[in-house]
């Protein structure tokens, strides 16, 4: 992993909060890394990363850890609302052109080697190493379907609901229905509240469902992008439910 001190960004400020706890993921869509530089050091453009990691691996270090950079915007996890302020965001030269629609073993290769030096020195929990989507489900898609979550969790540095044998689900939803909580979307909607996913007034905006649900595939059911909550969807939530549950965090 090669790490670059070239080029800085002006756009940051001062952390509301001293513990940095998030790890956020992202990806560029533009076309390059050199393009990402000047966009994100581009003091009108207001936006910037920690870290952008380009498609050859090299890692750019646009901001200071110890400031707030301007990568999460509008966002929300389990009652936090300023995520910049508690959060490391990190920055991937990917996008839908040709030149680097793909995530190259070179660049998860740096990332992986980041995020284990990020949370070590910052003690993060697996659980809240995350995407933009994660924590923004209603504007943000990346880093999107294909990013591959699963090489971080094989990692050991995000977490992957483990399954969990012996426990019929069947009790876990009449427990629900004993609550008034009916219907698969409100247990659904229970379960990502649960998680930390934002569902604050979204339950009759069909619309804002179906983007929390594709925010949840896309990290968690990358197989099954429905947008739905179908079957295969709604029993991975159950038992993602069970696994928050069952772990002290
Ligand atoms: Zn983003």
Not at 98 to 120: A, T
Not at 129 to 147: E, M, N, Q, Y
Not at 169 to 180: A, D
Request: some cysteine; glycine content about 4%.
């Amino acid at each position: 992993m090669k790490l670059i001190n070239k080029f800085k960004s002006p756009n940051f400020n001062t952390r509301r909060y001293k513990k940095i706890s998030f790890i956020i993921i992202h990806y560029t869509a533009l076309e390059s890394c050199e393009k990402a530089i000047s966009y994100l050091c581009d003091k009108k453009n207001k936006v910037s990363c920690h870290f952008l990691i380009s498609q050859n691996g090299d890692v750019y270090n646009l901001v200071n850890l110890q400031y707030r950079a301007w990568h999460a915007g509008m966002s929300f996890w389990n009652d936090q609302h300023d995520l910049n302020s508690i959060s490391i965001g990190i920055e991937l030269d990917y996008s839908f052109n040709k030149l680097n629609d793909k995530y190259s073993k070179k660049m998860i290769n740096s990332l992986i080697i980041l995020i284990k030096k990020i949370k070590n020195k910052y003690k993060i929990n697996n659980l809240n190493v995350l995407g933009h989507s994660d924590i923004a489900p209603f504007r943000k898609k990346d880093p999107g379907s294909k990013f591959p979550w699963n090489k971080l969790q094989n990692e050991n540095i995000s977490f992957k609901p483990k399954i969990i044998k012996n426990i019929d689900h069947n009790i876990i939803i009449r427990w629900f229905k004993k609550n008034k909580i009916t219907s698969l979307k409100k247990i659904s909607l229970f379960i990502f509240g649960y998680i930390g996913y934002d569902t604050f007034g979204l339950n009759n905006y069909r619309k804002s469902y179906r983007q929390l649900l594709l925010a949840y595939q896309s990290h968690y059911l990358q197989k099954n992008v429905s947008g739905k909550i179908d079957k295969v969807t709604f029993e991975f939530l159950i038992n993602h439910f069970l696994n928050k549950l069952l772990t002290k965090s």
